[in-house]
């Protein structure tokens, strides 16, 4: 018995050393992984399947958002003519146009040609765009040392951008719209153009610095415009500033016949153009009620160049071939 069981633990010992060897033997041999990667990729597979899951329930516990309503294009129609600031309007502008989504704009220059200066301008600006030119006739035209209220500027040029608009969204008669005319050196509230948006027919708010005023504005009583506030001949038809309201794109198609009278009487370009357009009753009061001043009737002082023109008649003048 004692043989036999001495004759046991040689074997198991003789056994356990040679898995020890085989072990010792497989230390840094390259495994067979093949199973345990396929076991590692039906786990992967399953957590996938479970995360997809997932998201479809917490899809369906969300609550359902309507979709995002189309925004109405404003069509912005600006005059404008070369002088030395010109770029530097356009250029202060455009950088306001820049923060509108949904902007059109309709530039048209008083020349009988497009000018290069223009052209370039515009191509780089990266706002959607039309570039127009008409000039304008020159016994309407304001010569040096008029006053600017002398006679209606722009009134052509803004004809023009509604000649485009009629010709170029005929076919579109169910678009819905916005015109505004917005002169290049005016100071503008990007929130303006999310007040004028919803315009259904004409809408109105104030205009700063402007007819020697702080302000004119319309008046409104119980959500009407009763009458307006302004220092020079309030019985105008419509005595307010062209940057004061907007007009509908379907009221525009709808009155091809509207247009801006350029042999109207001082302050009348305005009324001419809305009088057969809507009546007093009818205007839509924005910006809080036409309490807010969202955009202001500024001017860019004229350079002086007396330094530029001495140097001139030097021959030491600047360089014409840099563009201001």
Known sequence: MRLKLKTVFVLYFMVSLLGLIYALMQLGQRCDCTDHDMSRDRIISRLRGELHSL??????????????PL???????????????????????????????????????????????VSEFLAHSGLTYTHLHVPTPRDRKLQEGDPSWLKPRGAEQRNEGLRWLRDSTRARQGEQGVVYFADDDNTYSTQLFEEMRGTQMVSVWPVGLVGGMRYERPVVEGGLVVRFHTGWRPGRPFPIDMAGFAVSLRLVLANPESRFDGNAPMGFLESSFLQGLVTMEELEPKADMCTKVLVWHTRTEKPKMKREDALQKQGLGSDPGVEV
């Open 55 to 68: 998201r479809e329930q917490m899809k369906k516990a969300e609550p359902t958002k309507p979709p995002k």
């Open 71 to 117: 925004l109405s294009t404003i069509y912005v129609i600006t005059p404008t003519y070369s002088r030395l600031v010109q770029k530097a309007e356009l250029t202060r502008i455009s950088q306001t146009f820049l923060h509108v989504p949904q902007l059109h704009w309709i530039l048209v220059e008083d020349s009988p040609d497009k000018t290069a200066l």
